[in-house]
């Protein structure tokens, strides 16, 4: 299958099936991070722009639960779990979030 089909595949696979193929490309994104790999100018700009919020307001920033609870309450899509997106975190993994508008608004 060519790189220009895949697009017209994914709406043809069951749920599970696309779930499977976003988690390996999400694995293999990470991968390529770890080794070196760079974000794109969009996601550098991007960081950029978090990052001044951040520095402006400090803050203006949730830990990792109160993130999740957010989601779970509005979040349509979650069905009362933020684990499609976000990975349920143990306690003190990662006491807050600076950059909390990258993953979140709302």
């Known amino acids: 299958m ?4 895949l697009p017209a595949e ?3 696979l069951q749920v599970e099936d696309r779930r499977e ?3 390996r490309i999400c694995e293999m994104e990470e991968s390529d991070l770890l080794r070196g790999g760079a974000p794109t100018t969009e996601e550098k700009a991007l ?5 001044e919020e951040y520095r402006q307001n400090p ?8 993130v999740q609870a957010r989601l779970d309450k509005t979040s ?3 069905g009362g779990s933020s684990s499609i997106l976000l ?6 993994d990662h006491a807050a979030i600076p950059l909390e508008a990258v993953l ?3």
């Open 59 to 66: 803050d203006a920033r949730s830990t990792w639960k109160e």
């Open 76 to 78: 349509p899509l979650r």
């Open 104 to 106: 979140w608004r709302g």
């Open 47 to 51: 960081l950029d722009r978090e990052l």
């Open 21 to 23: 193929i976003f988690d």
């Open 10 to 12: 994914l709406p043809k």
């Open 87 to 92: 990975p349920r975190l143990s306690p003190g």
């Open 2 to 5: 060519s790189k220009a089909e």
